[in-house]
């Protein structure tokens, strides 16, 4: 008995290992306000960490069908959509034009009952901001990415699922 308890427990540890670890910041980032137009001029931007391996995932939910996330081998899991239900669906119609982007007058904002994020671009990268509720002034998670690398991965997660509009 006690055998297989272990071996249980071994399996779940090698489970945990598998698992991706969930980035944060060590502080949170608190805004001056929730108007993101005002308040994100006020940004120490160098201050955000570069994330240069930014990565795209869909993942499978049992009732709700693919979700996107942003990961990163190095950091783990970024940030993600978790009420975009069926991502997969929308991607056979994606085109360049429907990537978060926003600019840093006008972020692309996007929020659910317990969760924000804010994406914008600026001199040469992309900032993503997740918060845990809407409106949020304060974001545990708030990274940025070379445009170059956040374009890209757009464009391959698009190809994949709509390879007759290609996105170079």
């Known amino acids: ?3 297989a308890a272990k071996h249980l427990a071994e399996i779940l540890r090698s489970a945990q290992d598998d698992a991706m670890k969930v980035f944060n910041n060590l502080d949170p980032l608190e805004l001056a306000t929730s108007d993101y137009t005002d308040a994100l001029s006020a940004l120490d931007l160098d ?21 996107i996330y942003y990961v990163s081998p190095s950091r783990g899991e970024l940030a993600g959509f978790p009420y975009w239900d069926n991502a997969e669906r929308d991607m ?16 692309v904002d996007d929020a659910d009952a317990d969760w924000q994020i804010v994406i914008f671009e600026h001199r040469g990268f ?3 901001l ?3 509720a809407p409106k949020t002034h304060r ?9 170059d690398r956040y374009i890209a991965e757009w464009a391959r997660v698009i190809n994949e ?3 007759i509009e ?3």
């Open 161 to 163: 699922f709509n390879p």
């Open 139 to 147: 974001f545990d998670v708030w990274f940025r990415v070379p445009t």
């Open 130 to 132: 997740e918060g845990a």
């Open 92 to 107: 056979r119609h994606f085109v360049a034009e429907d990537v978060p982007l926003g600019s840093i007058a006008e972020p």
């Open 47 to 67: 201050s955000f960490p570069i994330v240069p391996d930014f990565a795209i995932e869909l993942r499978e939910s049992e009732e709700t069908g693919q979700h």
């Open 126 to 128: 992309v900032y993503v």
């Open 1 to 3: 008995m006690l055998s």
């Open 166 to 168: 290609p996105v170079t």
